[in-house]
């Protein structure tokens, strides 16, 4: 990670708790300017050992918070409370990057047939359906 304390960045964060040395679920997945400040904050109020397993520069505030906010949406069923996962480290960050992904798709140019091969039915909300068929648990 380069680069985490630059005032004038976004970032997407994953912190997560370690555990005999390995970083393991629960994972916290938020938004901040400063990252290591931001672990730093919240280890104070842990009772384990917490590090920044991944954090993800976003071009602007409101990128970063649109991302927080689908990935807490469509991983909502893993919540343990607020901002907090029961989601191993590498699994939230490959959640976020897929967010990221269908968050910057054109619609225009994602062929429904494609999806549809997936398992995956066209409709309204396509996110979890299309994590699911990407990333199966």
Not at 39 to 50: M, V
Not at 85 to 99: D, K, S, V
Request: net charge negative.
């Amino acid at each position: 990670m380069e680069d985490l304390e630059d005032s004038s960045s976004h970032y997407v964060y994953v912190i997560a708790t370690l555990d005999a040395g390995k970083m393991v679920a629960p994972v916290k997945v938020g938004v901040t300017r400063d990252v290591v400040a931001r672990c730093a904050t919240i280890q104070t109020s842990s009772a384990k050992p917490l590090t920044v397993f991944h954090a993800l520069g976003m071009p602007s505030r409101n990128a970063a918070f649109g991302l927080e906010r689908s990935f807490h949406v469509n991983q909502d069923a893993h919540r343990l409370h607020g901002e907090w996962f029961a989601i191993a480290p590498l699994r939230a960050l490959r959640l976020l990057m897929l967010e990221y992904v269908f968050a910057t798709l054109d619609d225009q140019k994602l062929g429904a047939e494609a999806w549809e091969s997936l398992g995956v039915e066209c409709g309204e909300d396509l996110v979890p359906q299309m994590i699911a068929a990407l990333d199966p648990a």
